[in-house]
């Protein structure tokens, strides 16, 4: 159980983790239009808001986006066959942990805790700094899982492993980061 919760893409069928991981999106961006939420790079939001298909245009932006760079790494790297197919439908379910995150702004305090953080309003924050470590150890729980998640599912899709993975999925990420704030500008 243990070993499938760590990696699932070794036992998940390619059918089922493109279909979770259009529900994740498709509910993510329900729930980000709702809350008022909107992205601004591959891993940060912001309280921009927006309307419905602003905001799923944006998850489909980041998603293909980091897909076809991290096939483009794949393709490069790999001495296997590498398929977009694979890489695009583990990346999508990869992303899960990332937007199961966001559901701590479904918590009013929260939301009006972390806008203080966006407005600056330090005194706000340091009344608010027990809640704050708080939600940042969340945050982080669920940061750690979604970049493990997406390097497991980048290395079982293109067979790019170990130490040539590691750094050719941290720069096909520090590349679609930097993109996707100029991509994601487009609709906003």
């Known amino acids: 159980m243990m070993k499938k919760l760590l990696n699932p893409f070794e036992y998940l069928p ?32 912001d309280f921009g808001g927006g309307a419905l298909w ?4 944006a998850q489909l932006i980041l998603w293909l986006t980091f897909s076809v760079v991290l096939c483009l790494g794949g393709m490069i790297f790999s001495k296997s066959k590498v398929r977009f197919t694979d890489v695009a439908a583990y990346n999508l379910f990869a992303r899960i942990p990332f937007d199961l995150s ?7 305090s929260v939301k009006s805790i972390m806008g203080y953080a966006t407005d600056g309003n330090f005194n706000a924050m340091l ?38 993975g590691v750094a050719v999925f941290f ?18």
Do not use: D, E
Not at 20 to 39: D, E, H, K, P
Not at 131 to 159: D, P, Q
């Open 14 to 45: 390619l059918r089922q983790a493109i279909c979770w991981g259009v529900v994740a999106m498709i509910l993510t961006s329900i729930f980000m239009w709702q809350v008022g939420l909107r992205a601004t790079s591959l891993t940060q939001i």
């Open 102 to 108: 966001l559901l701590i702004f479904a918590i009013p």
């Open 127 to 164: 009344q608010h700094a027990n809640a704050l470590l708080i939600i940042s150890m969340v945050s982080m729980v669920f940061a750690i899982a979604y970049f493990f998640w997406s390097y497991k599912a980048f290395a079982v899709a293109t067979n790019v492993k170990n130490g040539k």
């Open 171 to 188: 720069a096909s990420y520090v590349l679609s980061y930097t993109a996707s704030i100029y991509l994601l500008r487009l609709v906003a």
């Open 54 to 57: 602003r905001v799923t245009v």
